[in-house]
């Protein structure tokens, strides 16, 4: 493995900041513990519940589920895994992003070790979500992993069937804890029916009166007056969020009265938070509802947004009173409130500040929070403060940290929020909104790459330009069913930049940019000087990047333009250079890539192994990943290698999954699958609906512009017509064929459209101008090493025959009759590599694979006399009592029997062929597929209507003596020396009087 793509899995995505782990910690950090009484019932019930590996804690808010979970792991010898999650978790990315964090944070991993959904899972998000909480839970010894706020999610969110479906496989010994304010959505219904789930309901977090009573001395003691206690408790009903705030309010000296027995839970709260809220200085008041915009803050965090240098110590003291604020355990916590005082300071800071204030703390708030990290919360109050420059600038300085981690969604949202004519005046908001979409609506994309790219140039802007130019041209390239036709304004519009601009931003940017133009060129031109300078420059600016993933991406491009060019020694040179997809480990894009690299290059023969073998594989591999980019791919592969070997039952299995793949990914399939459609029935023997099927191909890819598909479906109708005898239409299609060629780099069309075309010559009468192009093709398939050719089998049996007849290139000819395991067409001659060929014209001889068989002396005679019976008694369809009476005349019936079946399993082995000699239903003789007997040519060619003078003579010179001139003691042989003797003697008197 080469050392510039030996680590291409460690650049295949760019890894967050190194500071992601630090600001993240308020959201992935179980809270520490205020005065808490352990209760000693609810922690039985837990206990109870955990023999299943989901428990899922139902509760209102303020029913103190998140510190009962969390007292209760600090009871246990166990790490947690925590996440908070928030309305910005419904995005599947971030949900994914974020428990990776949390990961991170028990493990103490410097890298991620988790897997971030990126797009190429688009498909297969079920089975990432399988293998992500698979290896988050390995290990002897697997942490819980605790979702709070579970209720946060939306009710649409994907994440919910995501988890029901990772979550089915969940190993032994892991163990998942779920916090949520609303019973478990409809998706996980199937984890309670198969037992993988026990349900906490509200009712058992009531408290009892002992409960409470516990909580009060494990606030204050004694302190608090029993009347006012037993007030309180009664008004609480059981709910400890207002009974720890009544108690509060006791304790600040208010009286608590039942007057608000009848008030609904949170308006209870409010109006006790209101009463303990008196209690603090006006300072610390405005300070509380200052922060109310912040989800989490540290202590300078808070500090600056306040103004206030003791707001640190405030929250300090809230949170060691445990009153409805919360801190993390780290050595600078992160300070949250809880929702219901958060949404009470929140609505008190809307009657206590103007517009011009709130507006300023949303600001400020959300500098804070995108210092710390939080970008989800500092978008969402830029938005709600309409600060749209601000949001710009937050955008664009995240916009590529997003993408790496994958969350093209959020990106996506941002800038849909903002008003339109903003995102229009700006060419990177269009360039970035083209890039959330690129990967899941490529056709929504592109238009806003487009409409970006003249204003940067506009602009001046260099980097901009060439980005949006190289996006742009990779959508296309990489869209089978767009219009390439864009690629020719493309090719234009970069010949202007490079004017404007001397120098590419960065080497990073060339090697994109010359690598799409590398493509372009190739797929749209044939000027070969051109883009094998572009081709250079793109190696070389990959090379100076120090990108793994960039030069691995230019390996990839090269070797599909390679193999369509016919530029095969280039091939191999590049699949030397890329990783075997198990060397790759967690990097399963990657490892489709080299896979579709490596199938692409055996559907020509240029790497060893079956791509039948490979696409297995890879297809199981994609399943595993829930990565299917490149399964269609495949799956066409797979297709093609079927169809040359003979295997059509197989081919029509793979079709069905070619479709379903392509159906995911494009509108409509392209003209490649109806090119896989037309070669199964051609195959198959249905010429009609073989015809109709390439046609519709060849009406898709000159729609859609793609010279390589245009000639691919061409050349395909034409076997198909060929086959079906319509030969002056076949011929059309090959000129047309020949125009699409033509105008692009594609020189492996020219060497099937010659072999194509001197077939269809020799059936139309031409045949000496036939056989000049069958010479010329041959000669042209040398030179480019190929090694296959995507010809229906007849048809290239046929021709191979043809040329070996002739001695054009018998080399390749006979190497591509074995790679496609061909069967030897009607009347074919000695020049084709037979399995077996039988010489008995002056005495038996024996060739395997064109190479005399080698025979011990010490074979017995009576081995060959059954070849030599078989062959005396016409060679086919032989009764088997006319073998043994002739070789064994003096055995009794069985024992003759027994001898025969002995005698031919031994030729079989000798000859190392098990189907040569057939032995079916009574009758023997030899399989005219995989043998040639010169007696069966010498009167096949004597009997051939039409033969000319050089025919015959070439006839007989096969009778190169008497009939097994050597066994004249064989009696039986007599009648057909002397029959054959008799036909070489009048057909030579013949032919000395023509």
Not at 161 to 173: C, D, K, N, T, V
Not at 516 to 529: E, Q
Not at 560 to 577: C, F, K, S, T, Y
Not at 726 to 740: Q, S, W
């Amino acid at each position: 493995m080469s050392a510039e793509v030996a680590n291409i899995a460690e650049g295949r995505r760019k890894q967050p900041p190194a500071a992601t782990v630090a600001w993240s910690l308020g959201k992935i950090t179980p809270p520490s513990l205020a005065a808490v009484s352990p209760n000693a019932r609810l922690f039985a019930l837990i206990d109870a519940a955990m023999t299943s590996p989901i428990v899922w804690l139902q509760g209102p808010p303020g029913a103190g589920k998140t510190t009962l979970i969390a007292d209760w792991l600090a009871a246990r010898p166990a790490e947690a895994v925590w996440q908070r999650l928030d309305a910005e978790d419904s995005d599947p990315s971030t949900f994914f992003y974020y428990l990776g964090m949390a990961d991170m944070r028990v493990r103490g991993a410097d890298a991620r070790r988790l897997p971030l959904l990126t797009p190429e899972y688009q498909f297969g998000t079920a089975a990432f979500s399988r293998n992500f909480f698979r290896k988050l839970f390995e290990g002897a010894k697997p942490p819980i992993v605790v979702f709070d706020d579970y209720h946060e999610l939306g009710p649409s969110s994907p994440v919910h069937e995501l988890l029901a479906s990772g979550l089915q496989e969940i190993p032994r010994g892991a163990r998942l804890i779920v916090l949520s304010r609303f019973p478990p959505p409809k998706e996980f219904a199937r984890l309670r029916v198969n037992g993988l789930m026990e349900v906490i309901a509200p009712e058992n977090l009531v408290l009892r009166a002992e409960e409470a009573a516990a909580i009060a001395r494990a606030r204050d003691g004694a302190s608090f007056d029993a009347g006012q206690f037993e007030q309180a408790l009664n008004l609480a009903q059981g709910w400890i969020a207002g009974l720890i705030l009544m108690l509060e309010a006791a304790r600040g000296g208010v009286a608590i009265r039942a007057n608000g027995v009848d008030k609904p839970p949170e308006l209870l709260f409010d109006y006790f938070a209101g009463e303990v809220l008196g209690l603090l200085d006006e300072k610390e008041r405005r300070t509380l509802m200052r922060l109310a915009t912040m989800p989490s803050m540290t202590a300078e965090a808070a500090a600056a947004l306040a103004d206030d240098p003791d707001a640190g110590e405030l929250l300090e003291r809230l949170a060691r009173r445990g009153y409805f604020t919360t801190r993390d355990a780290q050595a600078h916590p992160n300070y949250r409130f809880h929702p219901l005082f958060q949404s009470f300071l929140a609505d008190n800071a809307r009657k206590a500040f103007d517009s011009v204030e709130r507006r300023r703390l949303n600001l400020a708030a959300a500098q804070a929070l995108e210092g710390s990290g939080q970008l989800e919360a500092a978008a969402a109050l830029l938005r709600d403060a309409s600060a749209w420059e601000e949001m710009t600038r937050l955008i664009l300085s995240r916009a590529d940290e997003l993408e790496a981690t994958g969350r093209q969604m959020v990106l996506a949202s941002w800038i849909d929020n903002m008003p339109a004519g903003r995102i229009e005046a700006s060419p990177w908001l269009l360039y970035w909104s083209g890039v959330a979409r690129q990967p899941f609506a490529p056709r929504e994309g592109r238009p806003l790459f487009r409409q970006s790219l003249p204003i940067f140039m506009e602009a001046g802007d260099a980097a901009g330009a060439f980005l949006a130019w190289s996006r742009l041209g990779m959508s296309i390239l990489h869209d089978e069913i767009a219009d390439q036709t864009q690629l020719d304004e493309l090719i234009s519009i970069l010949h202007d930049l490079k004017k404007r601009y001397r120098q590419y931003p960065s080497a990073e940017v060339e090697a994109y940019v010359a690598t799409v133009m590398f493509g372009a060129l190739a797929r749209r031109t044939a000027d070969r000087v051109e883009i094998a300078r572009w081709r250079q420059t793109a190696f070389d600016a990959a090379e100076r990047s120090g990108k793994p993933k960039l030069l691995a991406y230019f390996r990839f491009v090269d070797i599909a333009l390679a193999l369509i060019d016919g530029e095969h020694a280039r091939v191999r040179e590049q699949i030397a250079r890329l990783p075997t997809p198990e060397s790759l480990g967690e990097a399963p894009y990657e490892r489709a890539m080299v896979s579709f690299a490596t199938g692409f290059a055996q559907i020509w023969s240029q790497t060893p192994g079956s791509c039948v073998e490979t696409a297995t594989r890879a297809l199981a591999d994609n399943d595993r990943a829930g990565v299917y980019a490149y399964s269609h791919s495949h799956c066409s592969f797979a297709i093609s290698d079927c169809i040359i070997r003979g295997d059509v039952d197989s081919a029509r299995i793979w079709l069905q999954r070619c479709g379903e793949y392509m159906d995911r990914f494009y509108q409509r399939r392209p003209s490649t699958y109806f090119c896989c459609v037309a070669r199964i029935e051609l195959a198959s023997g249905h010429l009609g609906a073989a015809v109709a099927a390439a046609r519709r191909a060849v009406e898709i890819a000159a729609g859609d512009n793609y010279l390589y598909n245009e000639a691919l479906a061409r050349f395909v109708l034409a076997q198909a017509l060929t086959a079906a005898g319509e030969l002056r239409d076949a011929e059309r299609e090959l000129d047309a064929m020949k125009i699409a060629g033509d105008n692009a780099a594609i020189d492996s069309m020219r060497y099937r459209r010659e072999l194509l075309h001197a077939e269809i010559l020799q059936l139309t009468g031409h045949e000496a101008q036939g056989l000049e192009i069958l010479r010329a093709g041959l000669a042209f398939g040398e030179s480019k090493d190929e090694r296959i050719i995507h010809l229906h089998r007849p048809i290239a049996a046929r021709i191979f025959a043809r040329a070996l007849k002739h001695g054009f290139s018998p080399e390749l000819v006979r190497r591509l009759i074995s790679v496609m395991d061909l069967q030897p067409p009607e009347d074919c001659g000695p020049e084709w590599p037979w399995p077996l060929k039988i010489v008995t014209f002056g005495g038996l001889q024996l060739f395997k694979d064109g190479n005399p068989l080698p025979v011990s002396r010490k074979t017995p005679r009576r081995l060959f006399n059954v070849l030599k019976a078989i062959a005396a008694f016409g060679g086919k369809d032989i009764t088997q009592e006319k073998i043994i009476d002739a070789v064994w005349p003096d055995e009794d019936g069985d024992c003759a029997r027994q001898s025969f079946d002995v005698a031919v399993h031994r030729l079989r082995k000798l000859i190392g062929d098990n189907h040569t000699i057939v032995v079916k239903g009574g009758r023997v003789g030899f399989d005219p597929a995989r043998c040639w007997l010169d007696t069966w040519a010498f009167e096949a060619g004597l009997s051939a209507r039409g033969a000319t003078h050089a025919d015959v003579a070439g006839t007989l010179a096969l009778y190169a003596g008497d009939f097994l001139a050597d066994d004249e003691d064989l009696p039986w042989a007599a009648p057909r020396r002397k029959y054959l003797r008799e036909k070489f003697l009048k057909a030579t008197e013949t032919q000395a009087t023509r």
